[in-house]
């Protein structure tokens, strides 16, 4: 029973990792995207898809959405609308790889956001991993000697704060919730809100070429539907801090793509603030007890008979 339960372990693992790297890859699809098309109708298009492609294959775990389920799904999806949309605006003035790493310090905000919320003080790592990624962004923000952060900077970072916010309310909501019914409702809403503040907005795409459909439908298909699905299924064989970890993985996943993809340059003081930061997710998700009280198990000397 336990060597079942530990390869399903490993599983979760392999899984959260290709989740991670899905993540990754699609800052460089939405930065690509972003040459031909609009933010909004990018997001539009890309969500519109994924509810339709996450009804159709899931629709009978989703089952019957009552009046409370919609009320409950779409406060997260008014967050996550919020969160991508900060995000993509963001990505047209900064690199896939610098965005990457500034995305991820969700994971740092995600304690102190909880602290507001509920009153409950982080842990001193969460105080340590928060300076750091101050330090971090302080290098990716330099220019020669002067501090720089441009505008696609400041929107990731309210992004992150965003998508803290979002892992919040779903640790909230998913508790008396069907997990299905809230990835539908929250990604079906987020689709709507994109549809309307797109033609409210931004002029309606006259031609969108083969390369910009190829990025839509690859974020529609894998980075929302399948990532959202799978991410779901693996968290229920680990746990949600190991599962953080992993997934923190996305930013560097991101930079990695965007040189070898977008041929991004990355100066040594950008390297240096990414690894900061990276440090930092690092920090705050470890369980330092944990590795405190580990203890190597104890060998047998082998009998020779």
């Not at 159709?56 to 997260?76: A, E, M």
């Not at 991410?231 to 953080?244: E, G, M, V, W």
């Given at each position: 029973?336990?060597?079942?339960?530990?390869?399903?372990?490993?599983?979760?693992?392999?899984?959260?990792?290709?989740?991670?790297?899905?993540?990754?890859?699609?800052?460089?699809?939405?930065?690509?995207?972003?040459?031909?098309?609009?933010?909004?109708?990018?997001?539009?298009?890309?969500?519109?898809?994924?509810?339709?492609?996450?009804?159709?294959?899931l629709?009978?775990?989703?089952?019957?959405?009552?009046?409370?389920?919609?009320?409950?799904?779409s406060?997260?999806?008014?967050?996550?609308?919020?969160?991508?949309?900060?995000?993509?605006?963001?990505?047209?003035?900064?690199?896939a790889?610098?965005?990457?790493?500034?995305?991820?310090?969700?994971?740092?905000?995600?304690?102190?956001?909880?602290?507001?919320?509920?009153?409950?003080?982080?842990?001193?790592?969460?105080?340590?991993?928060?300076?750091?990624?101050?330090?971090?962004?302080?290098?990716?923000?330099l220019?020669?000697?002067?501090?720089?952060?441009?505008?696609?900077?400041?929107?990731?970072?309210?992004?992150?704060?965003?998508?803290?916010?979002?892992?919040?309310?779903?640790?909230?909501?998913?508790?008396?919730?069907?997990?299905?019914?809230?990835?539908?409702?929250?990604?079906?809403?987020?689709?709507?809100?994109?549809?309307?503040?797109?033609?409210?907005?931004?002029?309606?795409?006259?031609?969108?070429?083969?390369?910009?459909?190829?990025?839509?439908?690859?974020?529609?298909?894998?980075?929302?539907?399948?990532?959202?699905?799978?991410?779901?299924?693996?968290?229920?064989?680990?746990?949600?801090?190991?599962?953080?970890?992993?997934?923190?993985l996305?930013?560097?996943?991101?930079?990695?793509?965007?040189?070898?993809?977008?041929?991004?340059?990355?100066?040594?003081?950008?390297?240096?603030?990414?690894?900061?930061?990276?440090?930092?997710?690092?920090?705050?998700?470890i369980?330092?007890?944990?590795?405190?009280?580990?203890?190597?198990?104890?060998?047998?000397?082998?009998?020779?008979?």
């Amino acid at each position: 029973m336990t060597e079942l339960s530990n390869k399903k372990k490993y599983i979760a693992d392999i899984s959260l990792l290709f989740v991670a790297a899905v993540w990754g890859s699609g800052f460089v699809a939405v930065k690509d995207a972003l040459n031909t098309v609009t933010p909004m109708f990018l997001m539009a298009l890309r969500f519109a898809l994924a509810s339709m492609i996450l009804y159709v294959f899931l629709h009978r775990k989703i089952g019957n959405i009552v009046k409370d389920d919609f009320k409950k799904g779409s406060i997260v999806g008014i967050i996550l609308f919020l969160a991508f949309a900060a995000q993509t605006y963001g990505l047209q003035f900064t690199t896939a790889s610098k965005q990457g790493f500034l995305t991820a310090t969700y994971v740092v905000i995600v304690p102190l956001l909880y602290w507001l919320l509920y009153k409950k003080p982080p842990k001193l790592k969460a105080f340590i991993g928060s300076f750091i990624t101050i330090i971090g962004i302080g290098f990716i923000s330099l220019e020669g000697s002067t501090l720089v952060l441009n505008i696609g900077d400041l929107l990731t970072l309210v992004c992150a704060v965003f998508f803290a916010a979002h892992i919040i309310s779903i640790e909230y909501y998913a508790k008396d919730m069907n997990v299905y019914k809230l990835a539908f409702v929250q990604i079906f809403i987020a689709a709507i809100l994109f549809i309307a503040i797109a033609f409210i907005t931004e002029p309606l795409p006259a031609n969108l070429s083969t390369r910009a459909w190829v990025a839509i439908v690859y974020l529609a298909i894998f980075s929302t539907f399948a990532c959202f699905t799978i991410q779901t299924i693996a968290q229920k064989y680990t746990s949600s801090t190991h599962a953080s970890i992993i997934l923190s993985l996305e930013s560097l996943f991101a930079a990695i793509f965007g040189v070898l993809i977008l041929h991004e340059k990355m100066s040594p003081m950008i390297l240096l603030g990414c690894g900061l930061i990276f440090i930092a997710i690092l920090i705050v998700e470890i369980d330092l007890d944990v590795i405190k009280n580990f203890k190597r198990p104890t060998t047998e000397k082998s009998k020779v008979s």
